[in-house]
């Protein structure tokens, strides 16, 4: 019992360890990076998620930066049911380019970090709780559906460096009508 609690305290200062390394984007911009964005590259490792990795499609998001320096995000997925959106606020923190936002699905706040964006073609973003390895994601956000193939190779590096591995980084096909014409398709 003592060498199985002593190994869980190792692997989570580890874990504590390589995302404290992470910062963000260098004089981030949050009005350069608002507007419409498509998630293009996936990093999860959760063992209730390897069951639909195949299923995944890119989807898309709307970036909306509030008055107070917190942002609105609107996601559009592909789901079962069809295309589904949901919204999440994420609240600035003292840091540009961070951000925290309650997660109802996983009852917790989470950080989100942008970490490396040109603000018109890639954003790579680290989602995580700091204490537990199976919220953490990372995910690759393109302007366009399809990004060049080194930004791939740089999202898959990053991933890797985060500890994940191969199969569990996914570059999704786009998905077809989602939102349906139309719907999402302003740009700030």
């Not at 917190?70 to 951000?99: A, H, R």
Request: charged letters at 20%.
């Amino acid at each position: 019992m003592r060498t199985t609690v002593a190994a869980v305290v190792m692997v989570m200062s580890c874990l504590i360890m390589v995302h404290a390394d992470v910062k963000p984007q260098k004089d981030f911009s949050l009005q350069k990076f608002a507007g419409k964005w498509y998630r293009v590259g996936l990093a999860y490792d959760s063992p209730r998620f390897a069951p639909y990795r195949d299923r995944i499609k890119a989807s898309m998001g709307l970036i909306t930066p509030l008055a107070n320096g917190n942002v609105n995000l609107t996601m559009w997925d592909i789901t079962p049911l069809g295309c589904q959106s949901k919204m999440y606020q994420y609240e600035k923190t003292t840091v540009p380019g961070q951000f925290n936002y309650f997660s109802t699905r996983h009852n917790m706040v989470k950080d989100i970090t942008v970490v490396e964006t040109n603000y018109t073609e890639y954003a790579l973003v680290l989602k995580h709780q700091v204490f537990n390895r199976e919220y953490t994601q990372v995910a690759l956000y393109g302007r366009n559906q399809r990004v060049r193939t080194d930004i791939i190779q740089k999202f898959k590096a990053f991933a890797q460096s985060q500890g994940f591995p191969k199969e569990a980084i996914l570059t999704p096909p786009p998905a077809e009508n989602c939102p349906p014409s139309g719907s999402g398709r302003q740009v700030s």
